[in-house]
Antibody, heavy 118, light 111 residues
């Protein structure tokens, strides 16, 4: 059974940092692109970042470039999102998702809530 | 970025009746390789999105055959032949041909 389990969300002040994790099982993690997608009531679903199998290619939505870093540990079947300089508009549920190609997002985690507020 | 526009945004349907959701993109979704990367997702309350259809018309494993996808270029449709209670939720189209973007969602509810 495929499972993606996010953790690390929480309440943080503007300007603060959080590190999200996504633990994966049920498929060969090291063979797959992986992505982070976030969801807010106002903007809906938004692609945030993705990374290829060995980490040599990373893509980010413009609004998080320079602040967020996607990474992975293939030995531990884990995906990460380091979020720095957080802003109120980063408040969202963050999902990790498998990307089998062209952002087809066939498996998703349950999401972790990030709230940026003073 | 490619803008994905869904209609209607709210879709009340009687059980057993058909339902149809439209999705239009601001640019053609035909990739240079000839494929069209248009997906449909459903999100039930309190759950994460689940992919139903990929590449316009390919149903995912376990998706009932009452769901079908069609379209080409910039105009796409998700059809449900006979709505059941379990179909309630938010439906999103999403394109992966260009920088990935989602539609704003269509809320399907039972009348």
């Amino acid at each position: 059974e495929v499972q993606l389990v996010e953790s690390g969300g929480g309440l943080v002040q503007p300007g603060g940092s959080l590190r999200l994790s996504c633990a994966v099982s049920g498929f060969t993690f090291s063979n797959n692109w992986m992505s982070w997608v976030r969801q807010t009531p106002g903007k809906g679903l938004e692609f945030v970042a993705n990374m290829n199998q060995d980490g040599s290619v990373r893509n980010y939505v413009d609004s998080v470039k320079g602040r967020f870093t996607i990474s992975r540990d293939n030995a531990k079947n884990s995906l990460f999102l380091q979020m720095n300089s957080l802003r109120a508009e980063d408040t969202a549920v963050y999902f990790c998702a498998r990307d089998p190609g062209f952002s087809a997002f066939d498996f998703w985690g349950q999401g972790t809530m990030v709230t940026v507020s003073s | 970025d490619v803008v994905m526009t869904q209609s209607p945004l709210s879709l009340p349907v009687t059980l057993g009746q058909p339902a149809s959701i439209s999705c239009r993109s601001s640019q053609s979704l035909v990739h240079n390789n000839g494929n069209t990367y248009l997906n449909w997702f459903r999100q039930r309350p309190g759950q994460s999105p689940r992919r139903l259809i990929h590449m316009v018309s390919n149903r995912d494993s376990g998706v009932p055959d009452r769901f079908s996808g069609s379209g080409s270029g910039t105009d796409f449709t998700l059809n449900i032949s006979r709505v059941e209670a379990e179909d309630v939720g938010l439906y999103y189209c999403m394109q992966g041909t260009h920088w990935p973007t989602f539609g704003q969602g269509t809320k399907l509810e039972i009348k």
